[in-house]
């Protein structure tokens, strides 16, 4: 597996993806956390998450 700074390397617009259901228990506060820790020393990455929205969150709006 590639470390995000050995790949930051490689590829200097490194771009990460974090495909999953839009739930807490899932990781999506630890990507956004990864996230900000690495924007703070690599600017240029990008983070992106892509999936559903929880229907149980989404109903009781």
Sequence with gaps: MISVITMYFLYPKASLLLIARLLGDKGIREYAKAA?????????????????????????S
């Design 36 to 60: 900000e820790i690495v924007k703070q020393q690599y600017p240029e990455a990008i983070f992106e998450l892509v999936g559903p929205e929880d229907p149980l969150l989404m109903a009781s």
